[in-house]
């Protein structure tokens, strides 16, 4: 010991120190208070005067007063505050202090832990001799079995250790630190805030490179929530920044409720900075701006853009080095607002002030701000359809830094002016960058977009058969599917799906035209953007039963549920609500704890496998079709509708002009949901040439028909589409519907129909009028509160017929639905329903006048069941708003989201009168042992075939409603009538054998 302090007393730098502290008064004072004194200096910001006190305790005439745990502390801080010193000097002061926390006799384990991650830590922010912290790591990783060592001091360490191993390149280690200091955080709930702060944000940043994206945001926000606590050692400008990158995981998922509350949070913390960092917060108002105009909050967006205009003009230098991102930014939001030319003055305005900062030959930085903004100027031309300027200021941007982006937009303008070749040349060399870059982010994934779009661009506009030939040879070359696979893969759950679509009908084109694509391709191209939330739910609801067997837990996931679903609706209400960013951030607060609460339950981090990850394999779902099957797939594009046919062995492939197949379905649809209209048999037979005769192969003996619709073919009822003899499809085809054909096949392959299934009929409270002879029946339907005597008659009738056990019940609320739920595998409900087109989550199923009988949407998803088949006898509740490659969201889905296998729902105002009449023999034909889609078809037919008046055979009595999902049948609880009859028949006998015994004696 006395060794190192020779040494260090005779350091040049620390005699100065040393003679300057002699002279002061600190010498009077004691040596804890002095320490106290020095890191609350340091804590402020005042290195060099805690600098001065650090260097008096080391040097004053009794340092061997101080513990060695003191010593090291005082030559941890001192070297902290030196900064960015003399190497020299860090290299001997940190040997010295390593040799202390080594030799030091008074240290404890804890502290020798404590010191030598935090060494290993700043060390490795400062520079510090690499192989002295790697000495650190080697003596306290020995250290760390021990019992007396703390979690929150190992926690520390594995996070020093993940700092270390990051910087130094090693990926995949550090990840793996970072993760064993999380499970101690959690596990031993540790309070050290920066710490769990740190822990917190690189996890969120993990995920982030990961592409999970809803775990990075859940981890950021949880961050942020430690510094809201008021805890110290966290900086207000980190706690903005880890808000912002945060808000932009969050647009990039298109989770703009999650963007705009953490934007809203990011300018709130900045601003509480006493000279708050202009660059940060010009570039977080101009994300809120952008925000607000998504989620078409105009008002607010206008009125934030309007405070950055006048900062930006009144302080154009102090932003320069951040101005193209801002502008992009502003830019980016009047694009959100439809006012182009607003757009393209900005980008304009962006690139002249970018010129006048940098005029001449500017610096590289510098230089690549002016490409970026022509870059940015010239695709807004593009947009304008101003091409002969946009390649102006296109070869301006390539000229010093070649993004792929604009080639990709000078190519299209090339194409536009009918330079073909000249376009082909420039797409063949994107071509090859695109193969060499790896898709990392959003950013990324729209490059692969554009390309494909302007590459179907150029097969539709171009005229030169040699060209196209040569095209097609290249692209043949290339494994398309595979890169398909690799965008997919990269997205989560909920990304840029619309963009996915036009992605896929873009490679359709191609393929139609040039015939490049196999048919496993073309499957892989319908099935990739279909059904990721369905999916992911029911993943996340099985791996939830299978893990949470308290019964209290499940009680209070499902109130949290209902507490987010709650929030949404009242969100969805009024988006521009005076308190609606404390709704956001009320929201963010709920799922936050559903997040947390599932966390807990399940102890530890589970990432729900992802849909995208299955194999969307063609064979797949042919090994589990029979002979006597098919499946009829639809993509609605931008100007086409894509169709393929898909059979045991093979797969037919159509396409139509979207114009055509719109008109017919607006027709046919006006004609088949109204009898005050006759049905038009022409243009049911029109829309079945083009949607359906195509795809059929005459020589295959087909009986049921799967149909994966898409946008308006959702509420497409094909059984009354009429054939080359004119005859309804249902009298051919058993029909159901199905979300993808991955799900189906996935059903297929997993179900049994071998277990006893009970049902539950509820129909609706209501009171008999004290006159019904004025009370036509057929003109009675079930889309608004009334009297429905078929309702009631047709749940008595199923729950009688229905063999086992079965319960009658009325005035359903949310706590008896879930109840029946979970009691019950099938429920049949008769009554009323209510669809708010405006806000969805206020549809609601009615079964009473009290306010207290609606089920709403927001009340169903957020129970948690696994029922075989929800019978929803109401009107439109398969009836909701529709996004591409997500489900149609209605009563319907909202049951399916909760866990249902299968929904039998209604497309229109469906009469009471025939609705019981199908209701009740569907029951007896389900009970017979037919499958659910055959029991309904012989249901529809029977009726048809049945009624006496002709007019009452116009599908809007008996084509309403379809089923969507698992098609199996359900076998009924067995009846013990038969064991009766058995045992009977044996007594009988037994009694014969003994008479015949008794006469032959």
């Known amino acids: 010991m006395k060794k190192l302090f020779f040494n260090f007393f005779f350091s040049s730098h620390f005699l100065a120190i040393f003679f300057h502290c002699q002279q002061s008064r600190l010498s009077a ?47 941890y801080s001192y070297l902290r505050c030196l900064n960015r010193g003399d190497q020299k000097e860090i ?7 390593m040799d202390v926390i080594e030799n030091g006799k008074s240290i404890t384990y804890e502290q020798k832990v404590d010191l030598y991650s935090k060494a290993v830590y700043y060390g490795t922010k400062s520079k510090w001799p690499k192989n002295l912290l790697e000495k650190a790591l080697i ?44 499970d101690l955080i959690e596990k031993y709930n540790v309070s050290k805030s920066a710490l769990t702060y740190n822990v917190f944000l690189k996890m969120g940043y993990y995920h982030a490179r990961k592409n999970n994206n809803n775990l990075a945001l859940n981890f950021l926000n949880r961050a942020l929530a430690i510094y809201e606590k008021g805890e110290s050692g966290i900086s207000s400008f980190s706690a903005s920044m880890t808000a912002y990158e945060g808000s932009i995981i969050a647009w990039n998922i298109y989770d703009m409720d999650n963007a705009r509350s953490l934007l809203q949070k990011a300018e709130n913390i900045l601003r509480t900075q006493s000279s708050p960092n202009a660059n940060m917060l010009y570039l977080i108002l101009s994300a809120r701006a952008k925000a607000c105009a998504a989620a078409n909050d105009r008002v607010n967006a206008l009125k934030i853009d309007s405070i ?83 390649i102006k200021y296109l070869n301006e941007s390539i000229s ?44 990324d994934i729209s490059l692969n977009i554009y390309y494909i779009n302007a590459l179907s661009e150029m097969v539709s506009l171009s005229k030169d058969e040699v060209e196209l030939e040569r095209l097609k040879n290249f692209l043949e070359n290339r494994n398309l599917n595979l890169e398909t696979k690799a965008i997919i893969q990269s997205l989560s759950v909920d990304d840029l799906i619309n963009d996915l679509v036009i992605y896929a009908e873009n490679l359709l084109n191609i393929s139609s035209q040039l015939n490049i694509l196999s048919n496993d391709e073309i499957y892989s191209l319908f099935e990739h953007y279909r059904s990721f939330e369905l999916e992911r739910t029911n993943q996340e609801n099985q791996y939830w039963r299978d893990q949470a067997v308290n019964p209290k837990h499940i009680d209070i996931r499902q109130a949290l549920k209902q507490e987010v679903y709650r929030l949404k609706k009242i969100i969805q209400d009024d988006l521009l609500h005076e308190n609606s960013d404390s709704l956001f951030s009320r929201l963010d607060k709920a799922r936050y704890r559903l997040d947390s609460f599932e966390r807990f339950v399940l102890n530890g981090i589970y990432e729900v496998t992802s849909y995208q990850d299955e194999e969307h394999d063609l064979q797949f779902l042919q090994n589990v079709l029979k002979t ?36 017919l379905l607006i027709s046919h649809r006006d004609h088949a949901t109204s009898m005050d209209n006759i049905f038009d048999e022409k243009v049911a037979q029109q829309l079945y040439s083009l949607l359906v005769e195509p795809l059929i192969i005459p020589s295959k003996s087909i009986n049921k028909m799967y149909v994966v619709p898409d ?67 057929h ?29 009658m019940t009325s005035q359903l609320n949310t706590d008896k639905l879930q109840n029946i739920l979970e009691k019950y595998d099938i429920i049949h409900l008769a009554m009323h329903a209510e669809v708010d087109h405006q806000n969805i989550y206020n549809s609601a199923l009615l079964s009473g006048t009290d306010p207290d009988d609606r089920i709403l949407i927001s009340d169903i998803l957020a129970i948690d069941h696994q029922s075989d088949l929800i019978t929803l006898g109401a009107c439109q509740t398969g009836i909701g708003n529709f996004e591409p490659g997500l489900l149609n969201k209605s009563l319907a889905s909202a049951f399916l989201f909760s866990g249902s296998k299968s929904v039998l729902m209604s497309l229109w105002n469906v009469p009471d009168e025939s609705t019981s009449e199908i209701m009740t023999t569907f029951y007896n034909y389900l009970a017979e042992g037919y499958s659910k889609d055959v029991s309904l078809q012989k249901s529809k037919l029977n009726y048809i075939n049945s009624v006496e008046d002709p007019s009452l055979a116009h599908p809007y009595y008996w084509a309403g409603f379809v089923l969507i999902g698992d098609t199996a049948c359900l076998q009924p609880p067995s009846s013990h009538s038969w064991l009766m009859f058995l045992v009977g028949i044996m007594f009988i006998l037994a009694l014969a054998f003994l008479i015949r015994k008794l006469r032959q004696r």
């Open 308 to 390: 950055i205009t006048y900062q930006i003009n009144n302080n154009i230098n102090s932003i320069s080095h951040v101005f193209s991102q801002i502008a992009n930014n502003r830019s980016h939001m009047y694009d959100i607002l439809g006012d182009s030319e607003e757009s393209l003055t900005i980008s304009r305005e962006a690139y002249d002030i970018v010129r006048a900062l940098y005029p001449g030959e500017a610096k590289r930085q510098n230089a690549e701000m002016k490409a970026h903004a022509a870059g940015l100027l010239g695709e807004k031309l593009f947009n304008d359809k101003q091409y002969h300027e946009a």
């Open 779 to 807: 003109l009675v339907i079930r889309n608004r509160n009334g009297y429905l005597q078929g309702a009631q008659r047709e749940c008595e009738i199923i729950c009688r017929s229905w063999p086992g056990h079965h319960e």
């Open 29 to 75: 004072q004691p040596s804890s208070a002095i320490l106290i004194k020095a890191d609350s200096l340091f804590v402020a910001g005042n290195k060099d005067e805690a600098k001065a006190k650090f260097a008096f305790l080391l040097s004053s005439s009794s340092p061997v007063q101080l513990a060695d745990s003191t010593i090291a502390h005082c030559y």
């Open 139 to 182: 003596n306290c990783g020995e250290m760390l079995e021990l019992e007396e060592i703390s979690a929150t001091a190992k926690a520390y360490f594995h996070y020093a250790h993940y700092y270390f191993l990051n910087k130094h390149s090693n990926t995949n280690s550090a990840n793996k630190e970072l993760i064993k200091s999380l």
């Open 628 to 663: 006597d099957e098919m499946v009829l797939m639809y993509l609605i594009g931008r100007k086409t509708l894509h169709a393929v046919g898909i059979y045991t062995d093979t797969l037919v492939k159509h396409r139509y002009s979207l114009k055509d197949v719109d008109r």
């Open 91 to 97: 290299d001997s002061l940190s040997s010295i202090l």
């Open 711 to 777: 946008g308006e073919l959702n509420q497409l009822a094909f059984e009354t589409l009429r054939d080359q003899n004119n005859d309804y499809l249902v009298s051919s085809y058993s029909i159901s519907y199905q979300h993808s054909g991955y799900l189906l096949a996935k059903r297929h392959s997993e179900y049994s129909d071998t277990s006893s299934k009970l049902l539950c009929g509820v129909s609706l409270t209501q009171t008999r009028p004290t006159s019904t002879k004025h009370i036509i029946p």
């Open 400 to 443: 010093v830094k070649s993004t792929l982006s604009a080639k990709l937009f000078l190519a299209s303008c090339h194409l536009r002016l009918g330079k073909s070749t000249k376009a082909s040349q420039l797409l063949m060399g994107v071509d090859s960058l695109l193969l060499a870059r790896p898709i990392k982010d959003a950013y």
